[in-house]
Nanobody, 126 residues
Framework: QVQLVESGGGLVQAGDSLRLSCAASGRTFSSYSMAWFRQAPGKEREFVAAITLNLASTYYADSVKGRFTISGDTAKRTVYLQMDSLKPEDTAVYYC???????????????????WGQGTQVTVSS
């Protein structure tokens, strides 16, 4: 069992930056791959970024590539999402997710992940 707790959301203006954190507890952090998803009102949950269990590889949605950076700290059992050049369309609840072992083939689908955090709200004003 893995427990995930997100933090770092807030209200910012377009062009600002935020860093989200996802603290993991439970089983060995290094044996899980991690991802961030987001869900805006009235929309489906969408993939944002993922990082492999050894923190060696990262994947991004086209909409955030070049602006967002996912990283991890094994010692702190925490995954981060650095969000720069934020846009109003980035407004959503951001969720941290994890899956044991390697990232699955369907790493962009919410159905591929076993554990989820409660989410943190990010609001970007224009």
């Amino acid at each position: 069992q893995v427990q995930l707790v997100e933090s770092g959301g807030g209200l910012v203006q377009a062009g600002d930056s935020l860093r989200l954190s996802c603290a993991a507890s439970g089983r060995t952090f290094s044996s899980y791959s991690m991802a961030w998803f987001r869900q805006a009102p009235g929309k489906e949950r969408e993939f944002v970024a993922a990082i492999t269990l050894n923190l060696a590889s990262t994947y991004y949605a086209d909409s955030v590539k070049g602006r967002f950076t996912i990283s991890g700290d094994t010692a702190k059992r925490t995954v981060y999402l650095q969000m720069d050049s934020l846009k109003p369309e980035d407004t959503a609840v951001y969720y941290c997710a994890s899956i044991g072992g390697r990232l699955p083939t369907g790493w962009g689908s919410p159905k591929s992940y076993d554990y989820w955090g409660q989410g943190t709200q990010v609001t970007v004003s224009s």
